[in-house]
């Protein structure tokens, strides 16, 4: 019997997925790359924003046809979606073999008949792995999903995360992004992240090691001293600054002023370390004016570290604070200034990128490839910043040594150096 897992959304879910890869192997499965030959698919959905939900019912209608086409095949709904909307009884779900929400994997392993004792282990395999060191959030971000979906923030213990990163190092990973909801809250018998990535970055020299997911309330201002004592501790930072207003970033329910970001940004471009900065932030936000949004995009602009932007306009979702407020006060930004207001914070990361190749250009640098022809360097995460990409084949997975000779925007080409 073969068995195929659909993943989709955050590298939260990939972790969940792994875990499920290992219930199944357990219970006797075999992992199949592609759908048509399988006899079960598990599809874990995310819906975290209403483009998320969207993809996973398109994928949830895609696979009812696909149990349809041949008799006995099975469908596992997992994750986001149903953790987000609940069964209400009224039918349509009579397809789905199993319905169980993010990351629990002892409900699939009962539905499997397999015992289910002790932690969950992941099972995958590639260069590139992450290793989930919480879940759940407590900031309660008027606009936020996440804790009516995964619940509080809870974090890993110590020796659970270390055990997971020998088994990972094992499977071949050759860099490790750790993550979470709100990473920077992780702490554990008076160690924060940084002690964690300190402690792994010593466990495991070989390996590169990258942060995603730094709410700025919690930000471990000792980070730039890590990257400083362990190279293998990447020097990039992702961070949801989320808006650079102080009026927004209080309807947004943050929990500090745009001083606490300026302040952090201050201290990492002052770091003897180049690092880099993902921001993420989310623009239109009911009540923004053009005086919000010059703040973001001046603040945006401002910083030598800042090298990516992740953008987004404001989707109302049921269930959160600002959906009902927006609706009461009727100033949610039209949909036309919220897109005119996302394309300029577009050229934003434009004039980054170009700073960023200026800098870059010429210069030799170690890049790990994620396959013969392409790979990434130590300021750009995989699937989702800048792309290397050599000028000749290199082996996948190594750290290879080359020239920046050309750069645009999130394309750099690197000439290996013999």
């Known amino acids: 019997m073969k068995y195929h897992i659909i993943s989709l959304g955050c590298p939260k879910n ?4 792994e875990q499920f890869a290992w219930v199944m192997n357990s219970a006797g499965w075999e992992n199949s790359d592609e759908p048509d030959p399988s ?3 598990i599809l874990n959905t995310c819906a975290f924003i209403a483009p998320a939900t969207e993809e996973s019912l398109e994928y949830l209608s895609d ?5 349809s086409r041949k008799p006995g095949r099975k ?7 149903p953790g987000r909307y609940s069964d209400d009884g009224s039918g349509g779900l009579e397809d789905i073999d199993l319905i169980t929400g993010p990351g629990d994997w002892r409900k699939l392993s009962a539905w499997l008949g397999i015992a289910s004792e002790g932690p969950a282990q992941v099972l995958g395999h590639g260069n590139y792995r992450y290793l989930k060191i919480a879940d759940g959030c407590s900031n309660g971000c008027a606009y936020c999903t996440i804790p009516a979906i995964r619940g509080k923030f809870v974090p890993r213990h110590t020796d659970t995360i270390l055990r997971e990163s020998d088994l990972l190092v094992q499977q071949g990973a050759g860099e490790i992004g750790l993550v979470a909801q709100d990473s920077g809250n992780w702490r554990q018998s008076g160690a924060d992240l940084a002690a964690l990535a300190e402690t792994l970055a010593a466990r495991h020299p070989s390996i590169w090691w990258r942060l995603y997911y730094l709410h700025p309330l919690h930000f471990p201002h000792r980070l730039p001293e890590v990257f400083s004592k362990f190279s293998n501790v990447v020097p990039y930072i992702d961070m949801p600054v989320q808006h650079a207003s102080d009026s927004i970033l209080e309807r947004m329910g943050r929990g500090h002023g745009v001083r606490t970001i300026e302040k952090i940004m201050e201290e990492l471009d002052n770091s003897p370390v180049e690092i880099a900065v993902r921001y993420t932030v989310i623009t239109g936000y009911p009540g923004e004016t053009e005086a919000d949004f010059s703040e973001l995009r001046d603040f945006l602009g401002r910083y030598r570290s800042g090298r990516h932007i992740a953008a987004f306009s404001w989707y109302p979702e049921e269930g959160t604070l600002e959906y009902s407020r927006a609706i009461a006060r009727g100033d949610a930004v039209d ?7 996302l394309a300029s914070i577009s050229a934003v990361g434009d004039s980054l990128y170009a700073d960023w190749d200026e800098r870059l250009y010429g210069r030799e640098l170690s890049i790990r490839a994620d396959d013969k022809i392409t790979g990434h360097t130590v300021w750009d995460a995989p699937e989702v910043d800048a792309v290397v990409s050599f000028t000749e084949p290199v082996i996948p997975g190594s750290v290879v040594r080359a020239k920046i000779v050309e750069s645009s925007g999130a394309v750099l080409v690197a000439e290996p150096v013999n």
């Open 14 to 17: 990939t972790v969940d997925s």
């Open 39 to 41: 006899d079960l698919i």
């Open 63 to 67: 696979l009812i046809s696909w149990k």
């Open 75 to 81: 469908i596992v709904l997992a994750g986001c979606l």
């Open 335 to 341: 949909d036309s200034t919220a897109s005119g207001r």
